[in-house]
C-alpha cells in the first residue's frame, strides 16, 4: 500500500517509480532472493544514474538530513 | 475526526523552498488516520522534497518530525528543538493545529501542508466519508440518525428535493441521498408517520454563520 | 376553498375553472423584449405565466424583474423564487419587492443544484428550504409579521404555490410529501412533467382518499416532446422524470419531420385525459423554448378561451 502510495509521488519529484519495489521473502528462500537482486540490479542500470545523483555529480548539496 | 488531504506537493514545495531550513511536522492524531498527515507521512514527504531540493542544486536541509496532537500545548515538548531549529514548518495537521503553532510560535512561519477536508468516519479502508458540519444545533433526534445538514447538497430539513434519484444524489450517483436514507430508516424503524413531521426553521447563529464559535469550561479553567 | 388574495389564478380556481398556466425563462442578458415577446406568444391562451429562477443554475435576468415587465404589459406572473441564491434576509425582501409591484402569485423552490450551472464553484444558501419558504410566506401574508417577529406594513398578497413531483423516489412518501407542503401552508401545486399517466393518476387517488384535493389546487405538468431524442433525454437523464417506454416508442415511431407534431398531439391527450380526472384542478403547460407550441396546444386540449376574470 505504502509502496503504492510512493510509486505515485516519485514521479511528482523527477524520480522514476520503477526504481522502487517491493518483494516479500522468506528467510527460507535465498536463490529466489538473488534472482530478484540481479533483476533489479539489472532494471536500474537498464535505467542509468539516478537524477539525485546526477545532480550530486554536478555538485549539488541540499537535500542532507541532519 | 477531521479529514484531510496533502496538497499537491508543487504547491508546498513552492511555500518552503527558499528558506534554508525546514521542517516538515506531522499531526498523529485525526489526519494519521486518514494516511495524509501524520508522522510517517511527515517522513516521506521531508524525503520526497530533498530529492527534489538535491535535483534543483538548492542548499536548504529539510527534517522532519512529528507529535501526537498539534491542538494542545501538552504535546509540543518533545519537538520543542526540531521546531525552534526551523525557519519555516510545513504543518502536516489541520487547520486548527496549523493555527495553533501559529499563536504557540509567533516568530516561526508555519505553512499549511494539507488541506483540511471534513469531519467525517471511515467507512472502510480508505474510504473517509462526511457525515457532520458541527451546525452547532444537533437534528439527528429528528431525521431517524442520519444528517441532512452535511450530508444533503441541498442541507434540506424538509426532503428529499426534486433532485432524489433512485437512491442517489442528482450531482452524483455515487452519494447517496442522505433523504432517501432516512426514509428508508423511518421505514424500517416503523416510524414514517414522523416523516410528515415539518422541520422549523433552523437557527443557524449556532453554526459558522454565528462567528467563531467557542465552548468554555471555568471549572476547568486555571 | 375562499379567496384570500388578489390573485387572478386564484380567483379561477375558485370559481371551479380548469387553469391553464405556463412559464417563461428569462434571458441571459438585460433585454426585456425577449421576455416580452415569449409572453406574447401565449398571453391570450394562459391565465398567469411563471417565471423561472436561474433554472438550471444558469445566470439569468432575474425573475422579480422580468415578472415586472410582465405585469406592465398586463400579463399575470408567478413569481418562482428558489433557496438556493438568498437568506432570510433576501427572500422576505424580495417577497416585499414583489409586493410592491403587485405580483399575487409565488411559486417556492428549494433551486437546482449550483454544479449544473454556470457558476459551479459558487456557494448554495439553502437558509430555509422550500417547506420553509411556504411557510415564511403565509407568515408575512396571513399575519403581516417577519420571521423575526416585526410588524410588516402593507403585508404581500400572495396565493402561495410550490412544486410536487409524483414520479420520483422514495415513493412511498411521494404523497406524505404533498401533505407536509400542504401543513406548511401551499394553496397550489404544479407538477413535474407527466407521461406516466397510470402513475399520476395513482398518486392523485392517494391525495384524495386522504382529503388532499380539497386542500390544494394541483395543476397537471405538460411538456410537448420535440422529438424522440428529447423523450429518451428526459427518461434517461433528468432526475425523476418517468417517461414510459411506450412514450419513446410512439414518438420513435413517426418520420423524424413529424415528431414535433406527435409530441404536441402526445401532449393535448394527456390533458384530455387528464381533465377528467377529479382532483386535477388545471395544467401547468411547460414548452421548453418551444412556447409558440403553447397556444395549439391550449386550443386542441378544448380549453380556449380562457375565462375572463374582473
Known amino acids: 500500500m505504502r509502496i503504492k502510495t510512493l510509486k505515485r509521488l516519485l514521479p511528482r519529484v523527477g524520480v522514476d517509480p520503477a526504481r522502487v519495489e517491493m518483494f516479500n521473502l522468506s528467510s527460507a528462500m535465498g536463490p529466489r532472493w538473488a534472482e530478484i537482486c540481479n533483476e533489479f540490479t539489472e532494471r536500474i542500470r537498464q535505467l542509468g544514474p539516478s537524477p539525485i545523483r546526477a545532480a550530486l555529480g554536478r555538485g549539488g548539496k541540499g537535500g542532507t538530513a541532519s | ?222 | 376553498m375562499s379567496v384570500k388574495t388578489p390573485s387572478k389564478l386564484e380567483k379561477i380556481l375558485a370559481a371551479g375553472h380548469q387553469a391553464v398556466t405556463s412559464e417563461c425563462g428569462p434571458p441571459r442578458g438585460s433585454d426585456p423584449e425577449v421576455i416580452r415577446e415569449k409572453a406574447r406568444l401565449i398571453r391570450d391562451h394562459v391565465d398567469v405565466v411563471n417565471i423561472t429562477d436561474n433554472q438550471t443554475s444558469v445566470t439569468r435576468m432575474c425573475s422579480l424583474a422580468s415578472c415586472f415587465h410582465l405585469k406592465q404589459m398586463g400579463v399575470e406572473p408567478v413569481l418562482q423564487m428558489v433557496t438556493r441564491d438568498r437568506n432570510r434576509i433576501a427572500l422576505q425582501s424580495d417577497i416585499l419587492g414583489a409586493a410592491s409591484m403587485d405580483i399575487h402569485n409565488i411559486l417556492c423552490l428549494s433551486g437546482d443544484h449550483q454544479s449544473f450551472g454556470d457558476c459551479a464553484t459558487g456557494q448554495n444558501v439553502h437558509d430555509l428550504d422550500s417547506m420553509q419558504l411556504i411557510q415564511t410566506v403565509r407568515l408575512m401574508r396571513d399575519e403581516g409579521k417577519f420571521l423575526g417577529g416585526g410588524d410588516i406594513s402593507r403585508p404581500p398578497e400572495m396565493f402561495v404555490g410550490a412544486a410536487a413531483n409524483p414520479f420520483a423516489q422514495p415513493h412511498k412518501i411521494r404523497v406524505p410529501r404533498l401533505a407536509k407542503k400542504i401543513a406548511a401552508g401551499v394553496e397550489f401545486i404544479q407538477t413535474q412533467c407527466i407521461y406516466n399517466l397510470d402513475r399520476f393518476e395513482e398518486w392523485l387517488a392517494e391525495a384524495r382518499d386522504r382529503g388532499l384535493t380539497e386542500k390544494v389546487y394541483i395543476l397537471a405538468g405538460v411538456t410537448p416532446l420535440k422529438s424522440v431524442g428529447m423523450a429518451k433525454y428526459m427518461k434517461n437523464r433528468v432526475p425523476g422524470m418517468d417517461v414510459p417506454d411506450e412514450v419513446v416508442a410512439r414518438m420513435a415511431g413517426v418520420p423524424k419531420e413529424k415528431q414535433a407534431e406527435e409530441g404536441v398531439t402526445i401532449c393535448v391527450e394527456t390533458i384530455q385525459r387528464l381533465k377528467e380526472v377529479p382532483g386535477v384542478a388545471g395544467f401547468h403547460v411547460m414548452a421548453i423554448e418551444w412556447e409558440e407550441k403553447v397556444p395549439e396546444i391550449v386550443e386542441r386540449a378544448g380549453l380556449y378561451p380562457r375565462p375572463a376574470m374582473p
Open chain 2, 1 to 222: 475526526m477531521i479529514v484531510g488531504k496533502q496538497k499537491p506537493i508543487e504547491e508546498t514545495w513552492a511555500m518552503v523552498k527558499d528558506f534554508s531550513r525546514v521542517l516538515v511536522f506531522g499531526c498523529n492524531t485525526c489526519v494519521a488516520v486518514c494516511h495524509e498527515g501524520g508522522n510517517k507521512e511527515a517522513q516521506i514527504l521531508a524525503s520526497l522534497m530533498r530529492m527534489k531540493a538535491t535535483q534543483e542544486g538548492l542548499s536548504l536541509e529539510i527534517r522532519d518530525s512529528g507529535i501526537e496532537r498539534q491542538c494542545e500545548h501538552e504535546f509540543f515538548e518533545s519537538a520543542e528543538k526540531d521546531i525552534e531549529w526551523a525557519d519555516a514548518v510545513l504543518s502536516l495537521a489541520c487547520g486548527v493545529g496549523v493555527q495553533f503553532m501559529v499563536k504557540r510560535y509567533p516568530e516561526i512561519l508555519v505553512y499549511p501542508g494539507l488541506d483540511t477536508c471534513f469531519l467525517g468516519d471511515v467507512e472502510k479502508n480508505g474510504l473517509f466519508t462526511e457525515s457532520c458540519q458541527a451546525c452547532g444545533k444537533c437534528v439527528l433526534a429528528e431525521t431517524a440518525g442520519i444528517c441532512p445538514v452535511s450530508r444533503c447538497a441541498k442541507r434540506v430539513l424538509n426532503g428529499p428535493c426534486g433532485g432524489s434519484n433512485k437512491g442517489a444524489c442528482e450531482i452524483n450517483k455515487d452519494l447517496p441521498c442522505a433523504w432517501q436514507l432516512i426514509v428508508d430508516r423511518l421505514e424500517a424503524l416503523g416510524r414514517l408517520a414522523d416523516y410528515e413531521r415539518l422541520a422549523p426553521i433552523k437557527d443557524w447563529s449556532t453554526e459558522r454563520a454565528g462567528g467563531p464559535r467557542k465552548l468554555i469550561h471555568e471549572e476547568f479553567m486555571k
